[in-house]
């Protein structure tokens, strides 16, 4: 790829004008801003290489290269770089210089960008943050230390998103908070008997309150993301018609954020990451009160996962098309729990076994994913018609269009509970079962010793 030259730095692919460095942008970052981590400014020395008639064979170019970011004191100072300028009809003296430089002068060949070495100088590297969980555990540490290296490692996340979140960069901020926040609550549930108990209740009652201040804005969010498929999924002539349902969504998206960005900037938010940080960062008991604290860390996690998972197929096996919703999002509860509890423990197991584990899961994840989306969408909807009326801004035609969505929304709820049996079956299979069954089910207890039965005294006859 060529560079190109913007006329003000890019937020978003489509201020890079049009061409393959676009796309190529676009696809890889879909709905992420593009945001500047690190600028660099280089000062070029021109030295020219003569021949003996004086003429110039070569030139180098010398450049002193510095970089800055925020949150840097002052700025840093790279390697500097020696680039070489060919001049036509001498290859063969641009030839002769490179191998110098090379192997005389021992000068290593630099990449072709600055990038890497940028961001190495600032401490960052290409792909450094991921929502994604890779959490390095030992199966024979204590438990305790374990669950801290979880929880450390979602509050690292937490946090690197709440600046994007409160300046509403892009949704994926507030999304990737809300996972964290999410996954926090469940190993705070999931992983018992290793904190203090009141200490973990206390926390969770805290990030539920997070979870609960940062849902309203989420909320509108997807909605928002989802409206272009809203409208293209109504008639044609109903379109135009939900103009004012997305005034709607803008609007109050405005109110909650702004309302969010206050709880961001609350003492009680404030204190929770405080609290949290210097429990987790605080020395390990040496005899924690927590009964599963110094257990090891896989015995725990296999309990822990194969536990789930029966809980996962007692509860899909006692599903039947009758079956009221609430138990479907039970299920959709047990598995995101089971999930969850997987890629936490993922690194105590091997990773081609674990994967067509995970798959098969999604695919059921999936499937009581949009049951459960679905049936809330349609139920948010009537909300936002009622508080339209209210307002005084749900035209006629409005409320038939958003009647008729609502209509789509739940034919689509529909399909997706006429799935489910298929999607559980293909989970609930043998070779899914044997496997969970020989990565995670934990061994027999050992039988106790039992006396030999009271007989004679030695040498005396039975």
């Given at each position: 790829l060529t560079s190109v030259r913007c006329e003000r730095l890019p937020a978003w692919p489509d201020d890079i004008p049009p061409g393959e460095l676009r796309a190529r942008v676009a696809a890889l970052v879909a709905m992420r801003i593009l945001?500047?981590?690190?600028?660099?400014?280089?000062?070029?020395?021109?030295?020219?290489?003569?021949?003996?008639?004086?003429?110039?064979?070569?030139?180098?170019?010398?450049?002193?290269?510095?970089?800055?970011?925020?949150?840097?004191?002052?700025?840093?100072?790279?390697?500097?770089?020696?680039?070489?300028?060919?001049?036509?009809?001498?290859?063969?003296?641009?030839?002769?210089?490179?191998?110098?430089?090379?192997?005389?002068?021992?000068?290593?060949?630099?990449?072709?960008?600055?990038?890497?070495?940028?961001?190495?100088?600032?401490?960052?590297?290409?792909?450094?943050?991921?929502?994604?969980?890779?959490?390095?555990?030992?199966?024979?540490?204590?438990?305790?230390?374990?669950?801290?290296?979880?929880?450390?490692?979602?509050?690292?996340?937490?946090?690197?998103?709440?600046?994007?979140?409160?300046?509403?960069?892009?949704?994926?901020?507030?999304?990737?908070?809300?996972?964290?926040?999410?996954?926090?609550?469940?190993?705070?549930?999931?992983?018992?008997?290793?904190?203090?108990?009141?200490?973990?209740?206390?926390?969770?009652?805290?990030?539920?309150?997070?979870?609960?201040?940062?849902?309203?804005?989420?909320?509108?969010?997807?909605?928002?993301?989802e409206f272009p498929g809203y409208?293209?999924?109504?008639?044609?002539?109903?379109?135009?018609?939900?103009?004012?349902?997305?005034?709607?969504?803008?609007?109050?998206?405005?109110?909650?954020?702004?309302?969010?960005?206050?709880?961001?900037?609350?003492?009680?938010?404030?204190?929770?990451?405080?609290?949290?940080?210097?429990?987790?960062?605080?020395?390990?008991p040496a005899a924690p009160e927590a009964p599963a604290a110094l257990r090891p860390t896989q015995e725990l996690a296999s309990e822990r996962i194969w536990r789930m998972f029966r809980r996962v197929l007692r509860e899909g096996r006692a599903i039947n098309p009758a079956s009221p919703h609430a138990e479907l999002h039970e299920l959709r509860k047990s598995s995101k729990k089971l999930r969850y509890l997987i890629e936490f423990f993922q690194a105590l197991y091997p990773a081609e076994e674990l994967k067509p584990l995970l798959k098969s899961l999604k695919v059921l994840m999936e499937n009581l994913g949009q049951f459960q989306d679905f049936e809330v969408q349609a139920g948010k909807l009537q909300s936002f018609a009622a508080d339209m009326q209210i307002e005084g801004n749900a035209p006629l035609p409005t409320l038939l269009a958003m009647g008729a969505l609502i209509g789509a929304v739940l034919q689509h709820q529909e399909r997706a509970r006429a799935k489910f049996q298929a999607c559980f079956e293909d989970f609930d299979t043998h070779a899914n079962r044997a496997a969970y069954r020989r990565l995670f089910r934990p061994p027999p207890p050992e039988d106790p010793p039992v006396d030999p039965p009271a007989g004679p005294p030695v040498g005396e006859p039975a």
């Open positions: 945001l500047p981590l690190v600028r660099t400014h280089s000062r070029a020395h021109l030295i020219r290489v003569l021949n003996e008639d004086q003429k110039t064979v070569v030139r180098l170019r010398v450049e002193e290269v510095q970089c800055e970011a925020e949150g840097l004191d002052e700025p840093r100072t790279l390697l500097p770089r020696v680039r070489l300028l060919p001049v036509r009809g001498y290859d063969a003296d641009l030839t002769e210089v490179a191998r110098i430089l090379r192997e005389d002068f021992e000068l290593p060949e630099a990449p072709r960008g600055l990038l890497v070495e940028a961001l190495a100088a600032i401490g960052r590297e290409p792909g450094d943050y991921s929502s994604k969980l890779d959490i390095r555990l030992h199966g024979r540490r204590r438990a305790d230390a374990s669950a801290r290296r979880i929880f450390a490692c979602l509050l690292d996340t937490l946090e690197r998103n709440i600046a994007g979140t409160r300046t509403n960069l892009d949704t994926e901020f507030l999304h990737d908070l809300r996972v964290a926040t999410r996954r926090t609550r469940a190993a705070l549930t999931q992983i018992k008997g290793v904190l203090p108990a009141a200490l973990q209740q206390d926390f969770k009652e805290r990030f539920g309150w997070l979870g609960q201040a940062t849902g309203p804005t989420r909320d509108l969010d997807v909605f928002l993301l409208r293209d999924a109504l008639p044609a002539p109903l379109r135009e018609h939900l103009a004012p349902l997305h005034d709607y969504l803008v609007r109050h998206q405005q109110q909650e954020q702004r309302a969010l960005r206050r709880k961001l900037d609350s003492p009680q938010f404030r204190a929770l990451l405080k609290d949290w940080r210097e429990y987790l960062e605080s020395e390990l």
